[in-house]
């Protein structure tokens, strides 16, 4: 768990959670924005993990251990969720143990007592996802925070995440015999529309030297759920239009970067968290698909003003796979 706040915090910080969280649920006029420091030195590091929440099972005890001695190494500064944090659906509330068996018990290195930055997946929307953005879970371990869609900025880069699971019609027309959570998102064409319309905003008014985008769904994959059309057709404009530099998602229970001649956008998946799916790949031209892993693992990334570093590692902490750019510093430009 988390290092507990003092009581003298407690109050203050569970006062803003709960005003934090109202104003989430109930309007997305503005996205809410979040601060992370830099090193002393003016880089950052992180994990990102995705696809993991079951109560130690299918491995996701084993990459949490990996994790924990990456996130050493590289003395990260906070985790990235790319969404399903709890399986198979979701939280069935604020008091449901699956949040200790799955997150507080599992993540326990020092090296991951950092901050956790989550967004939902579709298995969170088939729970309680409100349970998910609930001030009480924060309270319980300081780590966590989930919201909808929000903003991490740390001065080099900003992180823009986005609720993905809205836009995938399935999840409405035919969902499979699956019940969804859909309060807060009602109507759902208004809730688009004013999240594109802030995903844009934020983009636009943006002066990071590096962007990335977070959410659940992959754009593009070569696995078992391919692309996600309604991102490509609604998303990816918007991020083209802004110089987006990387989308990290989770979904496919894979590892995968995929770089096309068609984008500048890198693409992503980090949905390694436990559960893979062995042999579920589509054709893909190879020369786009630099990285296919149908194992666990999870990925880190390293950035400076200068350069940016995506390093991605299996079950054992082993390295898969690594893809770096450098960019001309704002202060040689």
Not at 39 to 48: A, E, N, Q, T
Not at 98 to 105: L, Q, R
Request: with cysteine.
């Amino acid at each position: 768990m988390g290092s507990p706040p003092t009581k003298s915090r407690i109050l203050p910080l569970l006062f803003a959670t709960i005003i934090l969280y109202f104003c989430s649920v109930s309007s997305l006029a503005e996205l809410q924005r979040f601060q992370q420091p830099l090193k002393p030195d003016g880089s950052l590091s992180f994990l990102v993990i995705g696809d993991w929440g079951r109560r130690g099972l299918f491995n996701q005890s084993e990459v949490a251990v990996q994790m924990g001695v990456i996130g050493e190494e590289l003395n990260i500064d906070f985790v990235i969720s790319t969404g399903d944090n709890f399986y198979e659906d979701g939280l069935t509330g604020v008091d449901d143990p699956a949040f200790y068996e799955s997150f507080t018990n599992i993540y326990t290195a020092p090296s991951l007592q950092k901050q956790w930055y989550s967004v939902l997946g579709n298995h969170d929307y088939r729970g309680d996802a409100e349970a998910q953005l609930n001030p009480i879970l924060t309270e319980k371990d300081s780590r966590w925070l989930c919201l909808r869609s929000f903003i991490v900025n740390a001065e080099i880069v900003e992180f823009f995440f986005v609720d993905t699971s809205p836009f995938v019609n399935e999840y409405f027309i035919n969902p499979a015999g699956h019940s969804y959570d859909w309060k807060g998102i009602s109507p759902r064409k208004n809730y688009l529309a004013n999240l594109l319309k802030d995903v844009d905003s934020a983009l636009e008014s943006s002066n990071a030297k590096w962007k990335i985008v977070v959410g659940h769904h992959a754009i593009l994959s070569a696995g078992h759920h391919g692309i996600t059309e309604e991102l490509l057709n609604q998303l990816v404009p918007i991020l083209e239009k802004h110089n987006v530099d990387a989308y990290i998602n989770g979904h496919d229970h894979c590892m995968e970067h995929i770089s096309t001649s068609h984008s500048k956008i890198q693409f992503l998946t980090s949905g390694g968290g436990s559960k893979a799916w062995r042999g579920d790949i589509r054709n893909w031209n190879p020369e786009e698909l630099k990285l296919y892993y149908d194992g666990q693992g999870f990925m880190s990334g390293q950035m400076t003003d200068t350069k940016a570093v995506f390093v991605f590692y299996d079950i054992f902490g082993n390295v898969l796979h690594q893809w770096s750019i450098s960019k001309v510093s704002h202060s040689a430009a």
